[in-house]
């Protein structure tokens, strides 16, 4: 399902979007990359929220079981949080963008 994040670090907070499109992109119109997200150990009560957010990195957070937020880091680098609030579904009339090969 299409979802809306606030997206926490230390130097601040931006809304970002989880697409259920067929290639399952990542968005975010403040720091706009080619990216893609994916659940692993989807079928355990916290799975892991797994970002490939282009040019700004790897990132893994673990889904509380409520799904209203999750938690974790650059990928590899704890001292480096991240944090998400789960701010709802997207609607149907979701922004294009330009098309790109994969």
Same mark, same amino acid.
């Given at each position: 399902?299409?979802?809306?994040?606030?997206?926490?670090?230390?130097?601040?907070? +931006?809304?970002? $979007?989880?697409?259920?499109?067929?290639?399952?992109? +990542?968005? !975010? *119109? =403040? +720091?706009? @990359?080619?990216?893609? #997200?994916?659940?692993?150990?989807?079928?355990?009560?916290?799975?892991? &929220?797994?970002?490939? #957010?282009?040019? +700004?990195?790897?990132? $893994?957070? $673990?889904? @509380?079981?409520?799904?209203?937020?999750?938690?974790? !880091?650059?990928?590899?680098?704890? *001292?480096? #949080?991240? =944090?998400?609030?789960? &701010?709802?579904?997207?609607?149907?009339? &979701? =922004?294009?963008?330009? $098309?790109?090969?994969?």
């Amino acid at each position: 399902m299409d979802s809306r994040w606030q997206f926490e670090h230390a130097g601040g907070s +931006f809304e970002v $979007e989880l697409r259920a499109d067929a290639f399952n992109h +990542f968005v !975010c *119109e =403040k +720091f706009p @990359a080619h990216s893609h #997200w994916r659940l692993d150990d989807a079928e355990t009560d916290t799975p892991t &929220l797994y970002i490939n #957010w282009g040019r +700004f990195g790897e990132y $893994e957070l $673990e889904i @509380a079981a409520d799904g209203s937020s999750a938690s974790g !880091c650059v990928k590899g680098k704890p *001292e480096h #949080w991240r =944090k998400m609030k789960n &701010l709802g579904v997207l609607g149907s009339n &979701l =922004k294009l963008y330009a $098309e790109h090969d994969h």
